[in-house]
């Protein structure tokens, strides 16, 4: 392996926008990240599906498409 190429790795101070944090290795160029999901509030494992209806997308797809068979 050539020396110098390879990007450092080291522990990582990581916050998620639910509050939880933890420690991780990462080649990440900072010393702490931020998340937007993480395992404690991600659907996939907390088994909690949440539907997010944005601008109500679902309301627009049936009043376009729905009325019509």
Excluded: W
Excluded at 23 to 40: D, F, H, W
Excluded at 51 to 63: H, M, P, Y
């Amino acid at each position: 392996m050539k020396p110098e190429i390879h990007p450092q790795y080291k522990e990582v101070s990581v916050t998620c926008s639910c509050g939880n944090s933890f420690t991780t290795g990462s080649t990440y160029a900072k010393n702490e990240m931020t998340i937007e999901v993480c395992s404690q509030c991600h659907p996939f494992y907390t088994g909690k599906q949440k539907v997010l209806d944005s601008a109500g997308q679902i309301e627009k797809f049936n009043k376009r498409f729905g009325a019509k068979k």
